[in-house]
């Protein structure tokens, strides 16, 4: 018997004694993993929650624990990220103007004066990498998995959209502290549009002269300068998040139409 | 409560497909009822069970959310965002690149003339996105699970493109030195190298619409007689945008391939109204 005891007692994984310690049921005893009370405050909130956001089903059903090998948490990381990249965002506007001659002297600020400024640069930039990141590994996720398939055509239509969006963001947020870098990327990625055919000045077929073609629409000019930094910053700053955020509930309001996202749920 | 319970189990009994494991986790809560018909029909210990899981998927999302919050941090706080001198216009940099997102199409632009590769490719990338859902013929199978076997053609067109995409960013991002010259990992990127001094060869232009004519034909003719059925699944509209669009994805590598085997500048060279199409 004693025998039989101790080789129960060795079985135990780390886990388990983990889970038998009063640290982790202070952590996670009422809130994540372990015993829980259906009808606490904290799950009759999160039922709440729930309903309003429609975020979440209203009713999972079996296969529910097997959700982070099947989504990866993807989506809802992108979401996360933009609610990170909307906070750290707000914080630099604070300080930042959309002028050319102050634009830099402003992102130096982050690196020697603005208390914190450093890290929340650093935070909004290596999130938006992120972002893109993961919206694009998203994408992928949903084909493989043929989520696009009906009823779910027009969210895949909208999450393109929203990709395209997630890449202009970030694009036009590439060129507003105005150094070397974000001059002449601006710069590479703007002359595409002067190349297109028809309405680009350069482009084959050009219909319109330089300064005056679609190009010029949004670099306002003939080249990079001051009335480009301020619409980059109107779109980086206002037009796209406003349209990711709404295009963003409608996306997961048609993923609950559909009736959960596609897979084991 | 145990009558009730049993009552539900005879009116409505619902066979649901779960693994032992999933087994162990509901065993206990009597699990006869479909979940779909809503909150209310449930029994108060089956709520219990869907309150549970929403909370255990939540509680997974609040980890994830954590654990990123903690990847940030740590990479905001040992390195910083980027930050080069004061921009000067009239100062060209050796070495100018787009963001890495876009650095794709900036590396397709060694092989194309900027119009195909900074417009018109991205749009048919965009447009040909958008019609996925309705070029795919097959509407049922491979959802909700990751299966290759399920639909072999569409997993490996997807992929391909997708992979492709990536490969041309990371060629951009690491292997271009100064003047985008292709630079192996080992070479120093501070020396600067001059380009090959190649010269470039154009097809005749006979040779080019040749090229071209037989491409897209092979590509219109081959699938359907390779694969059998599959222009019958397809119909005649699906079958004809789809080759077009694979024709047009293949052409990429085709293009580099011929660029650094047979130094191909343009395969077909036209002049129309004075205005200088390449491909």
Known sequence: MEEKKEKEQKGKSIKDLAKGTQVWKAIFGDLLFGEFKPFSPINSLMRGIAKIMQLH???????????????FCLGGLSVFFFALLTCTGAFLMIYYNPDVNKAYANVEDFRYIVPFGVLIRNMHRWTAHLMVMFVSLHMLRVFLTGAYKPPRE????????????????????????????????VT???????????????????????????????????????????????????????????LMGFHFWRIRRAGGVSGPL | ??????????????????????????????????????????????????????????????IAGLLFTFIIMVWSLYMDAPLKELANPSDTPLDERAPWYFIGLQELLIYFDPWLAGVVIPSILFVGLIALPFIDPNKES??????????????????????????????????????????????????????????????????????????????????????????????????????????????????????????????????????????
């Open chain 1, 188 to 246: 590479i990625g703007c002359s595409m549009g002067e190349n297109a055919p028809l309405l680009g000045a350069k482009g084959p077929f050009a219909l319109l002269e330089s300064g005056k073609d679609v190009n010029s629409i949004l670099v306002g000019g003939a080249a990079v300068g001051q009335p480009t930094l301020l619409r980059f910053y109107l779109l980086h700053a206002i037009a796209l998040p406003l349209g990711i955020a709404g």
């Open chain 2, 142 to 279: 491979g959802i909700g699970r990751y299966s290759f076997r399920a639909r072999p053609i569409a997993v490996s067109a997807f992929c391909f493109g997708y992979a492709m995409w990536y490969i041309l960013i990371v060629v951009g991002q690491f292997f271009r030195g100064p003047g985008r010259v292709f630079y192996w990992p080992w070479e120093d990127k501070t020396v600067v190298k001059d380009a090959l001094p190649v010269e470039m060869v154009n097809f005749h232009i006979a040779g080019g619409f040749a090229f071209f004519i037989l491409y897209f034909s092979a590509c219109v003719i081959a699938p359907r007689l390779i694969f059998k059925g599959f222009y019958k699944t397809l119909g005649t509209t699906r079958y004809y945008i789809f080759v077009s669009l694979m024709a047009i994805m293949l052409l990429v590598p085709i293009k580099i391939f011929l660029r650094y085997i047979f130094d191909v500048k343009y395969i077909l060279s036209l002049e129309i109204f004075n205005t200088a199409l390449n491909f």
């Open chain 1, 154 to 185: 027009l969210n895949w239509i909208v999450g393109v959209i929203l990709l395209v969006f997630t890449m202009l963001s970030s694009f036009t947020g590439y060129l507003l502290p105005w150094d070397q870098l974000a001059y002449w990327g």
């Open chain 2, 1 to 62: 409560m145990a009558e009730e319970q049993d009552e539900t189990k005879d009116k409505d009994e619902v066979i649901v497909r779960m693994s032992k494991e999933e087994w162990e986790y509901v065993k206990d809560l009597h699990v006869s009822v479909d979940y779909k018909e809503g909150f209310e029909t449930l029994t108060p210990k089956q709520q219990d069970y869907t309150v549970r899981h929403l909370r255990d998927s939540v509680g997974i999302e609040f």
């Open chain 1, 57 to 71: 089903p209203y009713n999972m059903s079996v296969g529910g624990k097997r959700i982070i090998m099947y989504t």
